[in-house]
């Protein structure tokens, strides 16, 4: 589970999400995440996960990562 301030952002409308995500996204994520529990095993690609909603959770981990590692590199913070 993401729950460090460093993943967090404010959006548009002053709601906490994470950064990259929508508030529905964010919200999903959530779910996922408490509902499978864990993360992508080493080695195992998006295309060998087994059941539909370990490659939602990974495609919106992804998409988290890849819009917040610019931040986390360059020292500045969005929330």
Known sequence: MIDDDDSYELNDQGIRV???LTVEETA???RLDGTIGHGRPPGIS???WAHAEDRRWL???QKHEN???PFLQ??????
């Open 74 to 79: 360059a020292g500045k913070t969005r929330h």
């Open 67 to 69: 819009a917040r590692q």
């Open 18 to 20: 994470l950064i990259g």
């Open 46 to 48: 998006l295309e060998q």
């Open 59 to 61: 495609e919106l981990y």
């Open 28 to 30: 999903e994520f959530t």
